[in-house]
């Protein structure tokens, strides 16, 4: 017996190290089932695994797993099973780590699971007397010695087929709660200098069943979150500290987590964009007043200043069209001083008047006017 079993165990090794090789042919892919049943503490319960197979099957490796300690693996059964009479079965519990590997070979080339859909065996389990009311996961997994969950088709190479994890409810317990976002990301956008910008809120809701008690966690110091805690429904409030933060993009992911959630941790996406607040405008004066004799000399020449009351780097150009005006400079980086001077050739008595524009496309203000009269008396009073 012993020597059987090891012949088989290297059977299904070489089969399966060629696991993943062959591609299972289109339309229903291969799949192994494990069902879900109800019990209560203190009994036993048969847990049946059910396949799926569009060709024959020489051989598998199916391993399980369950997630908790209040069942122990009992006893297995082939009562109704479709793998035929007489073949080759292996079973290999290992109780300490809460699983069990079965497993089935055609040591005849002849005698296959046919093709078809039904029942495998069933896994008998015995339910401890004080086992509290739960969902326990039947999950598959890789168990030594022979390798992953896999099938070996007859005549074919090995291969991972579908499957569906099972569950044994024990009692009357309450879904797990699942966590659910109002928003999966947030922006905000700040001047480097100024106030924060405007908080906003994140919903927490439970759309399963129990109490979801949550815990958000969250890596930066300048994303503010309140409360980081608390019992769903809940809101989060979303800020941001910009405080000694130069202009740049800044990002943080908050894990929103609970203990008893099937989809925990949740995750939402924090971005704060800085940038440099743009210049602003400033003339001092913002007019100037010129007066000539006609046909006499021109007035002297007459200065203003264009500044930035604002932040970044203030590029201004001035712009005039007047032929009897000019300036000493025609663009600028602020602090600048600028001399204005008017011409009264071929002009006659009377007010002129110009405005020479001040822009940059990236100021708060732009333009701004600088206003210029130029009055020329035919003699003086």
């Not at 309450?174 to 200098?193: D, E, K, M, R």
């Not at 099937?262 to 913002?286: A, E, R």
């Not at 600048?336 to 011409?343: F, P, R």
């Amino acid at each position: 017996m012993k020597r059987a079993r090891a012949i088989v165990y290297v059977l299904l090794t070489l089969a399966f190290v060629c696991g993943n090789v062959s591609a299972q042919d289109a339309g229903n892919l291969d799949t192994v089932r494990v069902a879900k049943v109800t019990t209560n503490a203190g009994l036993d319960v048969g847990v049946p695994v059910t396949s799926y197979n569009s060709h024959p099957i020489g051989g598998y490796s199916l391993g399980f797993h369950w997630d908790s300690g209040d069942v122990a693996y009992d006893s297995i059964s082939y009562s109704g099973s479709r793998i035929p009479s007489g073949a080759f079965k292996i079973l290999t519990p290992d109780l300490a780590n809460q699983r069990v590997l079965v497993g089935f070979a055609d040591l005849t080339a002849f005698n296959p699971l046919p093709a078809g859909d039904g029942l495998l065996f069933t896994l008998w389990f015995s339910v401890a007397p004080a086992a509290p009311d739960q969902f326990i996961k039947v999950d598959s997994m890789f168990v030594p010695p022979a390798g992953n969950f896999e099938m070996v088709p007859q005549g074919g190479l090995g291969f991972t087929p579908q499957f569906k994890a099972g569950e044994i409810k024990v009692g009357n317990p309450q879904p797990p709660a699942i966590i659910s976002l109002g928003q999966s990301s947030f922006t905000f956008n700040g001047l480097v200098g100024q106030g924060n910008p405007p908080t906003q809120l994140q919903q927490i809701t439970n759309v399963g069943g129990q109490t979801l008690v949550w815990t958000a966690t969250k890596s930066t110091t300048w994303l503010v979150l309140s409360p980081m805690n608390g019992t769903a429904p809940s809101t989060i409030v979303v800020g941001v500290n910009t405080v000694a933060l130069g202009a740049g993009t800044y990002q943080d992911s908050v894990f929103v987590s609970a203990p008893n959630a099937s989809n925990s941790p949740q995750k939402f996406y924090v971005t704060l964009n800085m940038t440099v607040p743009p210049p602003t405008i400033k003339l001092t004066p913002d007019s100037l007043y010129f007066q000539a004799l006609q046909n006499g000399s021109n007035p002297a020449g007459q200065n203003f200043t264009i500044t930035n009351i604002g932040q970044g780097t203030l590029n201004w150009t001035a712009t005039e069209a007047i032929s009897w005006l000019s300036l000493s400079a025609t663009n600028g980086t602020a602090p600048s001083n600028v001399t204005v001077s008017v011409d009264n050739t071929a002009l006659g008595a009377g007010v002129y008047k110009d405005s020479v524009a001040i822009s940059d496309g990236t100021a708060t203000n732009s333009p701004q006017y600088l206003v210029v009269v130029f009055e020329i008396f035919s003699a003086f009073p």
